[in-house]
């Protein structure tokens, strides 16, 4: 049983800076695909951040390209999303999600596509 906990939202003043932690826990495949999502009051979920464990390959939103950036640990068991230049419209819940194995879809943006989930961390950007 795999189990995603993700920390280290807060509240900023736009123009700061945030660092999202997410701690994985139990089995999942290793050379995986790790994303961060976040979904906003009245919009979809959208992936924001992608890391393939296999390689440590990246891929990014236009909207946080530049500012955001998705990295792992050495033991692969935790994931971070280093937040730069927040902007008010980065105010969303953000969660850390786990691919499910055998993903082989580059660059896998689509929530469906991932089986674990982490509860969301509350991220809000102030003007």
């Known amino acids: 049983q795999v189990q995603l906990v993700e920390s280290g939202g807060g509240s900023v003043q736009a123009g700061g800076s945030l660092r999202l932690s997410c701690a994985a826990s139990?089995?999942?495949?290793?050379?995986?695909?790790m994303g961060w999502f976040r979904q906003a009051p009245g919009k979809e979920r959208e992936g924001v951040a992608i890391i393939y464990t296999g390689d440590g390959r990246t891929f990014y939103a236009d909207s946080v390209k530049g500012r955001f950036t998705i990295s792992q640990d050495n033991a692969m068991n935790t994931v971070y999303l280093h937040m730069n230049s927040l902007k008010p419209e980065d105010t969303a819940m953000y969660y850390c999600a786990g691919a499910a194995d055998g993903t082989t879809v580059w660059p896998p943006l689509m929530s469906s596509l991932y089986k674990y989930w982490g509860q969301g961390t509350q991220v809000t950007v102030s003007s």
């Open positions: 139990g089995y999942m495949y290793r050379s995986n695909c």
